[in-house]
């Protein structure tokens, strides 16, 4: 699905990241981003949450944590990541992002915690009990400063997906902000969940989850207890044009991810003022059987949409061409993507070789694929600048 916009919206970075393929400048299996791109998508986020009062927090784990996406992000005015695990929190830190956020959606380890308070100092530390909020706090105390603890809430109705479920009761929230007062090294500093937006397949639009409702409601009973400037942290499905609904509802942080390059839902329904800015590029091994296996390791396709026909653009010359196209067999999760099968039947099949081009909203961090950052292609001169692994890490490629 994704394909098509960047066939129509960013055409350029399709036949340039197929031309540095086909220079033996670009590996395959790769999650490519378009830097200049993404530092347009960053200033306009930016500019649209300080419009709305929303400080932002970038996650970066969709594309790896690259470091010249980091860096990108920084030129487009957002100097502050959120960190989904340790790992983010590891690249982004090095890349030189400073930490917004920490343990959201991941909790921070235990014997991890000290050394999370002392490396990075968090502007804000996610704990979804007492137990790991004396663990926050304990690290910021043994580092000198006081940490400014987000408890996450949950309620009867909220909507979390498998294995994410966990946090305070919300109609508590009084009670909860007292005792992280309370803890030693730390200070409760507002509420959060996920998903607070989610995109809706009957309506083809993004809605508030019931999670939404539970933050305003604990807000309430927060200012009702006499409490002041309380952050309200409601990320999920986050582009510029859905940061005045949650401004209205009481937000205070955003924290855009696919909408950093283009890839949220909404962005197949409509033309949102991001584009698309990153892609998926392998290339074909062999062909047996009527279908071009490609190589993979990088097809963890987020399941957004229900299951659709997936395209590839494969040739040996840039093209973003509709005859170019091409139906592809995906594995299934359950398998592991050595390869996936291209459609080979008919004229002008692809041959071993072939640079194959793919768009769909990947989720690089739980995947074995190159990440490569490339700037200058707004300018026609395109350059690769990273690549990397999946934790933001140089790969000595080729070898």
């Known amino acids: 699905m994704f394909l098509d916009i960047l066939r129509r919206r960013n055409p350029a970075f399709v036949e340039a990241a197929m031309a540095l393929h086909q220079q033996g400048k670009l590996p395959a299996n790769a999650y490519v981003i378009d830097l200049d791109t993404v530092e347009g998508n960053a200033r306009v986020l930016k500019e649209e949450a300080d419009r709305h009062g929303l400080k932002v927090f970038a996650m970066t784990k969709q594309v790896g944590r690259s470091s010249s996406f980091c860096r990108a992000l920084m030129r487009g005015g957002i100097d502050r990541a959120v960190a989904v695990d340790m790992a983010c929190a590891r690249a982004t830190h090095k890349a030189g992002l400073r930490l917004g956020h920490l343990g959201h959606l991941q909790q921070v380890a235990r014997h991890e915690a ?43 109705g909220d909507t979390f997906y498998r294995g994410h479920e966990g946090g305070f009761a919300a109609d508590g929230i ?22 607070a937006l989610l995109f809706d397949h009957e309506s083809r639009k993004v809605k508030p989850t019931h999670n939404l409702a539970t933050l305003t409601k604990a807000a309430d009973a927060l200012a009702k207890a006499g409490r002041k400037d309380v952050e309200i942290n409601a990320p999920g499905t986050t582009s510029s044009v859905m940061l005045a609904a949650l401004a209205d509802a009481g937000a205070t942080q955003c924290e855009p991810g696919n909408g950093l390059h283009g890839t949220t839902a909404l962005h197949v329904m409509e033309d949102l003022p991001e584009l698309p800015a990153v892609l998926y590029l392998t290339e074909v091994s062999h062909l047996s059987g009527g279908k071009a296996y490609c190589f993979g390791g990088g097809f963890y396709i987020d399941p957004i949409f229900p299951a659709y026909d997936v395209k590839t653009i494969v040739g040996a010359e840039p093209t973003t061409a509709a005859a170019a196209l091409r139906s592809v067999e995906v594995p299934p999760p359950s398998a592991i993507d050595y390869y996936a099968m291209i459609d080979a039947t008919g004229p002008t099949a692809p041959k071993p070789g072939d640079t194959a081009v793919f768009g769909f909203r990947g989720q690089a961090f739980v995947t074995r694929a190159y990440v490569v950052g490339v700037s200058g292609i707004s300018t026609g001169a395109p350059k690769v600048e990273t690549i990397e692994n999946a934790f933001g890490e140089p790969y000595a490629w080729p070898v």
């Open 114 to 156: 000290a050394a999370a308070a002392g490396a990075f100092r968090p502007d804000y530390w996610t704990v979804f009990n007492e137990t790991k909020a004396v663990e926050a706090g304990a690290g910021a105390k043994t580092a000198g400063y006081t940490q400014a603890l987000l408890a996450r809430v949950q309620a009867k």
């Open 174 to 195: 009084a009670a909860v902000a007292d005792r992280l007062d309370a803890v030693d090294g730390g200070r409760f500093a507002g509420i959060t969940t996920f998903p």
